[in-house]
């Protein structure tokens, strides 16, 4: 069975940073395609950034967070610096479905993790 297990969130004032973990089991990592999605409060799960083909970031994301990989670990990392409220939500490890090269949405996924909060509050 895939496994995908999130790591690393938690409460950090705005400005501060956090590091992301998702350890991958079950699967082939090192040429899977791999993606970061979150859910805020009251909004709908979107994509946050992806690691394969291409390596891509939504826009309010760029320049504070970086996407990347251990292959040996078959681990994928989320580094998040400068976080604000509006980061506030729950993180999601997906990866995705083979004939998907550059997913955006949760339908181009097919395996994903439970999640992890990450709460950004002063």
């Known amino acids: 069975q895939v496994q995908l297990v999130e790591s690393g969130g938690g409460l950090v004032q705005p400005g501060g940073s956090l590091r992301l973990s998702c350890v991958v089991s079950?699967?082939?990592?090192?040429?899977?395609?791999m993606a970061w999605f979150r859910r805020a409060p009251g909004k709908e799960r979107e994509f946050v950034a992806r690691?394969?083909?291409?390596?891509s970031y939504r826009g309010s994301v760029i320049d504070r967070f970086t996407i990347s990989r251990d292959n040996a670990k078959n681990t994928l990392y989320l580094q998040m610096n400068n976080l604000s409220p509006e980061d506030t939500a729950i993180y999601y490890c997906?990866?995705?479905?083979?004939?998907?090269?550059?997913?955006?949405?949760?339908?181009?996924?097919?395996?994903w993790g439970q999640g992890t909060q990450v709460t950004v509050s002063s």
């Open positions: 079950g699967r082939t990592f090192d040429k899977a395609i």
């Open positions: 997906a990866a995705g479905r083979p004939e998907k090269l550059y997913p955006v949405t949760v339908l181009d996924c097919q395996d």
């Open positions: 690691s394969g083909a291409d390596t």
